[in-house]
């Protein structure tokens, strides 16, 4: 079955430290991959995407992701966090049929 | 349980008609959001609702698009006048509370003509 899968609930980082939000996928293909960030009463924003080319994936607000094919990972990043930067993360996985997966999301706060 | 139930699955439309999408969130749940899926891009968001009010549409265009959920029944999009750039795939989703995750329905799949 596929699926996307992020391990972590909630990630706690301390403001000015580089923050990790984990995501593994298994989906058909060659998929395309997505990363989002929902704020309170709000939609789901798009932050980046992975469709081919370069591995490392640049983003809006300083975020990015790195593909990585042998571990099926799709880890977003950035190397120093705000504390604006809490809010839900969803990694999503696009397979060519266009179904659209997601993950289960994680809750990231950023502490000052 | 019924997921989010999106209907229909497939809409053709020719150029100036009227495409009604519609949306009913999963039980229980008093929130609804609309995106929009162009080819190889991600998800867009479009409008969030509650029961009878718009909370934000920043992402709708401003003219042809309209959405709304009543108390009673499901939600709507509605597109007027569509044209060939409208054609995309309409997911929905719904939640719990307006933060939390966010249960998708299978899309409405545009297609104008």
């Known amino acids: 079955a596929q699926s996307v899968a992020q391990p972590e609930d909630q990630v706690n980082v301390a403001e000015g430290n580089p923050l990790t939000v984990k995501c593994t996928y298994s989906v058909s293909g060659n998929p395309y991959l997505f990363w989002y960030v929902q704020y309170p009463n709000r939609g789901l924003q798009f932050l980046l995407k992975?469709?081919?080319?370069?591995?490392l994936v640049k983003g809006s607000y300083g975020f990015e992701a790195e593909f990585n094919k042998s571990q099926t990972s799709f880890h977003l990043k950035k190397p120093s966090a705000l504390v604006s930067d809490s809010a839900l993360y969803f990694c999503?996985?696009?397979?060519?049929?266009?179904?659209?997966?997601f993950g289960k999301g994680t809750r990231l706060h950023i502490l000052p | 349980n019924a997921g989010v139930m999106q209907n229909p699955r497939h809409l053709v439309r020719r150029r100036g008609q009227e495409a009604r999408l519609r949306c009913s969130p999963m039980k229980g749940h008093s929130h609804v959001y609309w995106y929009r899926q162009l080819p190889e891009e991600g998800l867009k968001f479009m409008v969030y609702?509650?029961?009878?009010?718009?909370?934000?549409e920043s992402g709708m265009p401003k003219e042809r698009f309209s959405a709304e959920f009543p108390k009673e029944g499901p939600s709507i999009l509605r597109i007027q006048q569509v044209v060939r750039g409208d054609s995309a795939a309409y997911f929905c989703?719904?939640?719990?509370?307006?933060?939390?995750?966010?249960?998708f329905g299978p899309g409405t799949r545009l297609t104008v003509t």
């Open positions: 609702l509650q029961k009878e009010n718009i909370i934000d």
């Open positions: 999503a996985g696009e397979n060519r049929d266009d179904k659209i997966i």
């Open positions: 992975y469709i081919t080319g370069d591995n």
């Open positions: 989703a719904s939640s719990a509370q307006g933060i939390g995750e966010q249960y």
